[in-house]
């Protein structure tokens, strides 16, 4: 047994940077993990994963689109499917020994196993209960499936299991158009595969930008993803490793059914908390499951806290470090804080889509007056030379201050490119600010500038 200033349940983005950061502050830390390797449903089995695949189909899809056009000559490259799970592999297994690293750096101490606490001031992992000032619970989240729909991660996959496939599927259906639907989605259909995208909504991505999301669509349909809006799942039936989806059109009622080699059931997470023994030491959950916490992660219970996935706010593992490192600050004396309105979100597919602070349908609710800056990626010089000119910057800024209140992007590096928008949005900055600055020529970055001057007297290439 051994004492801790603080224990931390779960390595994932937030349990491993809440780890680090504590360590830096000077606090005795260790984190309690189960699974064979530090880095959570995050590096393991979700974005970086996920990202090495995005990567890796969209340059095929560069190969067999653009390469000729530019020049570049001579025999496509085919997909040997399991040389790109191994570089799918090798990506996580550098990033998970990455966090192993700086864990010794920072001297934070990993408890292998699943921990539960028994009381508060003790964590327990396999036969041993250590003693913890403060217990932070980075649980997590796990897959949430729908009524009638079992998830074997052989045909009926979650996000797990389509990433590690035995083959490229002929037809893939994908139950959610959410984040993971549409990224993996487009994975598969740059790989070869027919992909039919079936949700609930009659938009795709729920919350984001009304106008973005439309384009998005468009672009997606462009590429070959169909799309089923409007329509419940009601069932999934497999037999000899293929797959029906039965579905409803919520119109009419009338009842369909696809059939498909895998069904991915993207239909969002819920908080993760099995075995921790929350209910028992009288922690306060949610009806959604989540743990209630105040505004500096403290739960009901004195001395134990929570962060990330399995708390309130948007599953994001950016959301969840950074709530890492407030409590861990909070902790040492000092003053943590998260700015929950600058939370940038992307979705990682070609072209990406990102978007940071209000949307235009939440600013007519609120009946905020506000202007709205545009500018196509086709006025963008450096967008048209690689074959990037679709999508778009917009900006949305206080009608009479010109406060930035929020910015969507779709078009080429736009994950990147919003963060200079977060940055001018942490300092209150006004779209004349951003239109003010220099930016580098020829660069994507131009196009956030150019929305910022359609805030004000016009943009130069439109
Ligand atoms: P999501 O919440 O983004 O999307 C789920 C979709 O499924 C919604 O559009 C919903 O309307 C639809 N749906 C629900 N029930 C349905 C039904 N019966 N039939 C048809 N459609 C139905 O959830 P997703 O994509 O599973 O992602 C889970 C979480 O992981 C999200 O919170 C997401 O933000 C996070 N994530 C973030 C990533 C990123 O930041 N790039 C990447 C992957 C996941």
Known sequence: MSAYDVIIIGSGPGGYVCAIRCAQLGLKTAVVEGRDTLGGTCLNVGCIPSKALLHASHMLHEAEHNFAAMGLKGKTPSVDWKQMLSY????IGQNTKGIEFLFKKNKVDWLKGWGSIPEAGKVKVGDETHDAKHIIIASGSEVSTLPGVEIDEKTVVSSTGALELSKVPNKLVVIGAGVIGLELGSVYKRL???????EFLDAITPGMDAEIAKTFQRTLKKQGLEFQLGAAVQSVDTKGGKAKVTYKLRKDDSEHV??????LVATGRRPFTDGLGLEALGVGISERGQIKTDGHYATSVKGIYAI????????LAHKAEDEGMAIAEILAGQKGHVSY???????????EVANVGATEEQLKEAGTAYKVGKFSFMGN?????????????????DKSTDRILGAHIIGPMAGDL??????????GAAAEDLARTCHAH??????VREAALACGDGPIHS
Do not use: Q, W
């Not at 020829?442 to 196009?447: F, I, L």
């Open 308 to 315: 990330g996935d399995c708390i309130d706010g948007p599953m």
């Open 442 to 447: 020829p660069t994507y970055s131009e196009a």
């Open 192 to 198: 070869g595969a027919e992909v039919k995208v079936i």
């Open 88 to 91: 799918k592999t090798e990506t």
């Open 381 to 397: 010089g450096r967008a048209k030379a690689n074959f990037a000119g679709d999508g778009f910057v917009k900006i949305l800024a």
């Open 258 to 263: 696809e059939d498909a080699d895998i069904v």
């Open 418 to 427: 919003i963060h200079e928008i977060c940055v001018a949005m942490e300092f």
């Open 341 to 351: 309105g600058v939370i940038p979100g992307v979705i990682y597919t070609h072209p």
